[in-house]
């Protein structure tokens, strides 16, 4: 019976593939890349592989190209207080029609036909004078609350994350690395 009931949960997922759509997290109406172009300090984080050895003053900066994609540049000092640097590109996900549904890659532009080098960068959330934003991924593994300061305050990091929360994001999981002000 147990074969059963497998093979049917198979069958219902490829002949309603409608269903796994329907569950991607919002993103952010009315985004303006342009607006959002700039730095960027990381507030608070979930734990990722590639932030594994960063400790602290984790920051990034947007600059828009010519073409229409974004030029990243991460960093961050790791444990052995040397300042770690990354390199990438954004572009807007062509998939959907919503520039808040970004694709990131950090690995050489020469593998960039390579789908599995490509991240998804989503803007769930932002405050309206794009002084603070909430950044995550679509299977929700990835959240990021970034503020254009080091600090923020507690009211707009509760919004931020309840907005995250309401969307299926395990919020428990934050770590806070910049400072909330009352």
């Known amino acids: 019976m147990g074969r059963v009931k497998l093979f049917a949960l198979l069958l219902m997922a490829f002949l309603f593939p409608g269903d796994i759509l329907a569950s991607l997290p919002d993103t952010q109406k009315n985004f303006s890349l342009e607006k959002y172009m700039g730095d960027w300090f990381q507030i608070a984080l979930i734990p990722n592989r590639f932030q594994k050895k960063c400790v602290g003053q984790a920051r990034a900066n947007y600059r828009l190209l010519p073409s229409g994609d974004v030029a990243i540049v991460n960093q961050c000092i790791e444990s052995d207080f040397k300042l770690k640097r990354a390199d990438g590109i954004a572009k807007i996900n062509k998939t959907f029609n919503d520039n808040a549904r970004l694709m990131v890659r ?43 300061t080091p600090t923020i305050s507690k009211k707009v990091y509760r919004r931020l994350t309840s907005i995250g929360l309401a969307q299926g994001f395990n919020i428990s999981e934050l770590v806070l690395e910049g400072a909330l002000l009352d």
């Open 106 to 148: 950090f690995a050489p532009k020469w593998l960039s036909l390579l789908s599995f080098v490509w991240g998804d960068y989503w803007v769930l959330a932002i405050e309206s004078d794009y002084s603070a934003v909430l950044v995550g991924s679509p299977d929700r593994k990835y959240l990021w609350v970034l503020a254009r």
